[in-house]
Nanobody, 119 residues
């Protein structure tokens, strides 16, 4: 059974940093395409970043966020710098065999972690 468990969310001031972690059980992150998504209040879930053999980011986080794998810990991290109030959302880790940025193509999801950025 696949489990993805996010941690590291919290409240931070604009301009600050947070590191989100996603620990995986039941799958090996080095053999899956791993993604981070977010769902702002009142909005649909949206793509943030993914790591396959390379990395892909949505335009609004390019240069500020970095996705990486820690194969030794079987985990994926999202380093978030220069945070803005519009980054406020519930952040989800997800896994897929497909090289996709679409929510519908990710069968495995974590429970989410709240990130709140104050102005």
């Amino acid at each position: 059974q696949v489990q993805l468990v996010e941690s590291g969310g919290g409240l931070v001031q604009a301009g600050g940093s947070l590191t989100l972690s996603c620990a995986a059980n039941g799958l090996t992150v080095s053999t899956y395409n791993m993604g981070w998504f977010r769902q702002p209040p009142g909005k649909e879930r949206e793509f943030v970043a993914r790591i396959t053999s390379s990395t892909t980011y949505t335009d609004s986080v390019k240069g500020r966020f970095t996705i990486s794998r820690d194969n030794a810990k079987n985990a994926v991290t999202l380093q978030m710098n220069s945070l803005k109030p519009e980054d406020t959302a519930v952040y989800y880790c997800a896994a897929t065999r497909s090289p996709s940025v679409l929510v519908k193509n990710y069968p495995y999801w974590g429970q989410g972690t709240q990130v709140t950025v104050s102005s």
